[in-house]
C-alpha cells in the first residue's frame, strides 16, 4: 500500500509492507522510491512516526541519487544551439555535405550532412564514440588503483540510462550512461569511482562514503557541479 508523511514543505511518499520480519526497515532506490517493510501488526502511527523520524535521511538519499539522473533539456539540433563536450560549451555548425562527418574546431560542433533530420542521429553517435574511448582512457588508471583493495570490475559497457549516469552489476560490470561525456573529467571520474567502491561496499554504508572519499576527496564538489551543469 502506498501512504505518505509530510516534512517541512516536503512530501515523502512510500509503499508499505508487512511482513513476518522483527524490525521495521526503509529503502530508497536509485530510481528515488522509498520502501518500507514493518512487521505483521505493526500501528500505522508507528509506522509514520519512524518514518517522519528516517525524513532527513530519506530526503538525503534522494538527492544524492539525483545526481546520477541525466536532466539536461531538449536539444533541436540546429546551428547556433550550443552543446556540451567534456564540460566546456561548444556551438552547433550545421554544412550541407555529402559526405556525413562531425568533429569539432576551436569553440564549434561541426556536423556535415546532406539531410538536417539525421544531425541528431550523426552528433549521438559521434558523442558515443568518443565515450567510448574517453571513459576506458579515464577508467584504465582508476581500475588500477582498486586492485589494492582486491576488485576489479569484468567488463565497462555503454549504456543509454534515461534516469542514471552509472551502475554496477552483481557480477562486476560497470555501466556508464554514454551522456556523461557531456561532463567535465572529474565529473566522469567521480561516476566511476563512485562505481568502483560498490565493487567493495555493494550498499551505500558509512563504509562506502569514507572509501569514496578516501580515493576521492572532493567527490563532493564534482557532484554538485554534476547536478549543476547537467540540470
Known amino acids: 500500500m502506498k501512504d505518505t508523511i509530510q516534512f517541512g514543505s516536503a512530501t515523502i511518499e512510500y509503499l508499505l509492507s508487512f511482513s513476518e520480519r522483527k524490525s521495521l526497515g526503509i529503502t530508497v532506490t536509485p530510481e528515488l522510491e522509498v520502501f518500507v517493510k514493518a512487521p505483521e501488526g ?11 523520524k528516517k525524513a532527513p535521511w530519506i530526503l538525503k538519499q534522494q538527492s544524492f541519487f539525483l545526481s546520477f539522473h541525466p536532466k539536461m533539456p531538449a536539444r533541436r539540433y540546429v546551428s547556433g544551439e550550443t552543446h556540451l563536450y567534456m ?10 555535405g555529402k559526405k556525413e562527418a562531425v568533429h569539432y574546431r576551436g569553440r564549434f560542433i561541426e556536423v556535415t550532412t546532406a539531410r538536417k533530420e539525421k544531425v541528431e542521429t550523426l552528433m549521438k553517435q559521434w558523442y558515443r564514440e568518443k565515450a567510448k574511448s574517453k571513459f576506458a582512457e ?4 582508476l581500475i588500477q ?11 565497462l559497457y555503454l549504456q543509454d540510462m534515461p534516469r542514471r549516469w552509472g551502475s554496477c552489476t552483481p557480477k562486476g560490470k560497470i555501466i556508464l550512461n554514454p551522456e556523461l561525456i557531456k561532463a567535465p573529467k572529474p565529473c566522469i571520474e567521480y561516476v566511476i569511482v563512485h562505481e568502483l567502491c560498490h565493487l567493495v561496499h555493494h550498499d551505500h554504508t558509512q563504509k562506502f ?23
Do not use: C, N, S
Open 87 to 96: 564540460g566546456r560549451q561548444y556551438r552547433l555548425k550545421v554544412t550541407q
Open 42 to 52: 505493526t500501528a500505522m502511527e508507528a509506522i509514520r512516526a519512524r518514518v517522519k
Open 138 to 141: 579515464l577508467a584504465e588508471p
Open 209 to 231: 562514503f569514507d572509501l569514496q572519499t578516501k580515493e576521492m576527496p572532493d567527490w563532493p564538489k564534482w557532484k554538485d557541479k554534476l547536478e549543476r551543469l547537467l540540470a
Open 145 to 155: 588503483r582498486f586492485k589494492k583493495y582486491g576488485v576489479e570490475p569484468t567488463a
